[in-house]
């Protein structure tokens, strides 16, 4: 059964109206659509009159007079203005220079080819100017060369930015303990990008480049905001990039105190910062600083050249908390790696005098002693021949003054322990000193310097070694042969002009000695060269090599004068014989001349068997030679006779 509703009945009516309301839109409906057509027609009104807004009022002058509004500079665009719209509204500046308002003949301190600013859109139809971004391609910055040699910044005159850090620096002055942090400007700066920049440095004697491929970004929300800077570019042949942060920048400009996080990557040199810092002359500083470098040397012959002449030595690094000012920087719980070799102390460097001062105590568990000397005096000569001059002009670059410790150390070939050291640098005098260490099972001290005066360089070498082994002494001097086996002392003075290390001993002045006592004397047979010598014909020494010589006693004193040590007494004690030479030995030529004879011990009670036998020794050091002299005449007592 169907059941159809009348067209009068309610329900049928209703049903009716909804038919006829479906197919005709409603007045909400056509609003909403003239609503997007009209904002249609808006924005496209908008894009169609910015570019005709900004061809007329956001003209060069206009964007100069903001630019110089933040700047405190004079800006001048020579280009005409290029807008874009899309993606970003952008104006393009071309010939932009930035120069001193009571300087205007100077030099530009800001030049750029090209500016890229970008712009508000809404801000731009009101006639206006409101930066965001700035980009600048291949700028050119120039600061002061002062007559100390160092750097000043351009001054601005009154922009923006100098005004909020001159209201920050009264906020500051008027509460330092507790400034009034809210009290900051807080306009919206935005980011800075730079490619391919240099910087210069201009004096009365014209324009010195200091940086190049300069490249990087300043991002700086607001004034009273966290910024950041990140950049590259070339100093000195090396590529450094620089990273830093700060959360209150505008009070650090201001010279207050804010934490800071700073770090700076090259190949010579990686240095990071992190902790306050006061950016007032004296630099306060207080955090923790790290420093590594392949070559302390480098590191000082790229960032002051000359100051360490020589080639480059071992790593360094350094990780310490850093406390003070330019006139005084404290490094407490120091941790230093030389070469490899970890140690710790405290350090006080000073960069504000004349020259770089570094004062400390520094203690290792091991230490190679001559790559550490290297690093501040001429140690060793730059070739095996010795004849490279020696140059103590950095005794006057740099100060300093070290006190040394390890449990173990090398110097070349040489072990030592229970090390005690200096290493001193100060007006024209470099000097490392071994004051105290056990070597070869004695006792040593050494020490080497260079000494720059009117007359040229002076060096001077000294060698005390009390109590040692000499066999262990005389291989590791190579002189197995001379030195005695037995225990020992060995003095050595030597003074004379150090051009280079040829000339140091070629002229040297002082003495020699040594004494030993009951021991032996290797590679020589005693009873092989009295057999030699019997047979009237000269030998080589090494022919009678083979062998040791037990002696009671070894005795050497000689007197070095111009580079030629005079023997003024050599001798061994064997139980039944004496032997002793004279004569000279010069270093130049390494020539011998020297006599000598094997004679009773006590030639009192000599019978004839023990007659003496006197000899000539010439040749080389390296190769000597023994030739037969006549024996001398022994002359006894006379025996008193009886009446």
């Not at 990008?193 to 014209?206: L, M």
């Not at 005098?353 to 140690?379: E, H, I, R, Y």
Request: aromatic share 6%.
């Amino acid at each position: 059964m169907k059941c159809r509703l009348s067209p009068l009945h309610p329900v049928a009516k209703k049903a009716q109206h909804g038919q006829h309301k479906g197919n005709m839109p409603s007045p909400l409906f056509r609003r909403s659509i003239w609503m997007i057509v009209g904002l249609a027609v808006l924005i496209a009104a908008v894009v169609a009159a910015v570019p005709f807004i900004a061809s007329t009022q956001l003209v060069k002058d206009r964007i100069a007079l903001e630019m110089s509004a933040w700047s405190g500079f004079r800006v001048s665009i020579n280009g005409t203005p290029d807008i874009e719209i899309w993606p970003v509204f952008r104006a393009t500046l071309t010939d932009v220079s930035m120069t001193e308002w009571d300087d205007q003949d100077g030099p530009a301190v800001i030049e750029a080819e090209r500016v890229d600013i970008e712009l508000s859109a809404l801000t731009a139809l009101t006639g206006n100017v409101e930066f965001s971004d700035a980009h600048f391609v291949r700028p050119t910055v120039r600061l002061r060369r002062l007559a100390d040699g160092g750097l000043e910044l351009p001054h601005s005159s009154g922009g923006r930015l100098a005004r909020s850090i001159e209201e920050a620096r009264a906020t500051l002055a008027s509460s330092p303990d507790a400034p009034d942090l809210g009290a900051l400007a807080s306009d919206e700066f935005g980011a800075v990008e730079f490619a391919d920049g240099r910087v210069f440095a201009v004096s009365d004697h014209g324009e010195e480049e200091l940086l190049s491929g300069v490249t990087g970004k300043a991002n700086w929300p607001a004034l009273n905001k966290a910024g950041s800077l990140t950049a590259t570019g070339v100093w000195r042949g090396e590529a450094v990039a620089v990273e830093l942060s700060s959360p209150r920048p505008l009070v650090l400009f201001a010279g207050g105190e804010a934490p800071i996080v700073l770090s700076l990557k090259s190949a010579p040199v990686e240095v990071s910062y992190d902790g306050l810092l006061n950016l007032t002359s004296s630099m306060r500083v207080d955090g923790q600083v790290k420093f590594s470098a392949p070559s302390l040397r480098g590191v000082f012959e790229w960032s002051m050249p000359g100051i360490l002449p020589g080639s480059p030595v071992g790593s360094v690094a350094l990780a310490s908390k850093v406390s003070g000012d330019l006139s005084r920087l404290k490094l407490e719980n120091a941790k230093v790696t030389l070469d490899g070799n970890p140690g710790m102390g405290v350090l006080e460097l000073s960069i504000s005098g004349p020259v770089p001062s570094v004062v400390g105590t520094l203690a290792f568990d091991t230490l190679d002693l001559m790559a550490f000397a290297a690093a501040f005096a001429p140690m060793s000569p730059a070739n095996p021949s010795g004849t490279a001059d020696v140059d103590a002009s950095f005794a006057e670059r740099v100060n300093l003054d070290l006190r040394l410790s390890a449990a173990k150390a090398t110097a070349g070939s040489i072990a030592l322990v229970e090390v005690a050291a200096t290493a001193q640098v100060k007006g024209g005098l470099a000097a490392f000193d071994i004051s105290d260490a056990e070597a070869f099972g004695g006792n040593v001290q050494a020490g080497i310097r260079f000494d720059r005066k009117p007359s040229g360089i002076q060096a001077e070498i000294r060698l005390l070694a009390s109590d040692i082994d000499g066999g262990s002494f005389g291989a590791a001097a190579g002189m197995s042969r001379v030195v005695p086996i037995g225990r020992g002392t060995v003095s050595v003075i030597l003074t004379g002009p150090g051009s280079n290390w040829d000339t140091l001993l070629q002229n040297a002045n002082g003495s020699v000695s040594a004494t030993f006592g009951v021991g032996a004397i290797a590679g020589f047979d005693l009873q092989a060269f009295l057999k030699r010598v019997s047979e009237r014909g000269f030998f080589s020494l090494a022919a009678v090599s083979e062998g040791t010589l037990p002696v009671d006693g070894v005795e050497l004193k000689a007197t070095v004068s111009n580079g030629v040590a005079k023997i003024d007494k050599a001798e061994a004690r064997t139980p039944t014989n004496r032997i002793w030479l004279t004569g000279i030995v010069p270093y130049v030529g390494r020539g011998l001349a020297l006599s000598g004879a094997i004679e009773p011990r006590d030639a009192a009670t000599a019978t004839p068997a023990s007659e003496t036998v006197a000899f000539f020794v010439g040749g080389s050091w390296t190769a000597p030679f023994i030739s037969p002299l006549v024996a001398p005449v022994i002359t006894k007592p006379a025996v008193p006779t009886r009446d």
